[in-house]
Nanobody, 122 residues
Framework: QVQLVESGGGLVQAGGSLRLSCAPSERTNSTYVMGWFRQAPGKEREFVAALVWIGRTTWYADSVRDRFTISKDNAKNTLYLEMGSLKPEDTAVYYC???????????????WGQGTQVTVSS
């Protein structure tokens, strides 16, 4: 079973930046899309951004568009999320996920990481 390991979370002041990374334990030919979701306390897990692993198509939630950038390094088999202009409402546990079909709903993703905490102070 593929394991996804996130890193890069932490505490940052509002307006600051962070970069999250996600490295799958193995490469699989069935991985078509990889994405980031987040879950704030007391809220449902929500979509943040996703991309096609072999390709250039990306999707973003409206709440992060123009502030966050999802990218990948195929050679390193690593997914990134560059987060800028961070706001206190971005505080959440961020999860990396992979799936076999393009999707922005969590039920379409097959594998999930354990999550990394991002806290934005005001």
């Amino acid at each position: 079973q593929v394991q996804l390991v996130e890193s890069g979370g932490g505490l940052v002041q509002a307006g600051g930046s962070l970069r999250l990374s996600c490295a799958p334990s193995e490469r699989t030919n069935s991985t078509y899309v990889m994405g980031w979701f987040r879950q704030a306390p007391g809220k449902e897990r929500e979509f943040v951004a996703a991309l096609v692993w072999i390709g250039r198509t990306t999707w973003y939630a409206d709440s992060v568009r123009d502030r966050f950038t999802i990218s990948k390094d195929n050679a390193k088999n690593t997914l990134y999320l560059e987060m800028g202009s961070l706001k206190p409402e971005d505080t959440a546990v961020y999860y990396c996920a992979s799936g076999r079909v393009p999707a922005i709903t969590r039920d379409k993703y097959d594998y999930w990481g354990q999550g990394t905490q991002v806290t934005v102070s005001s």
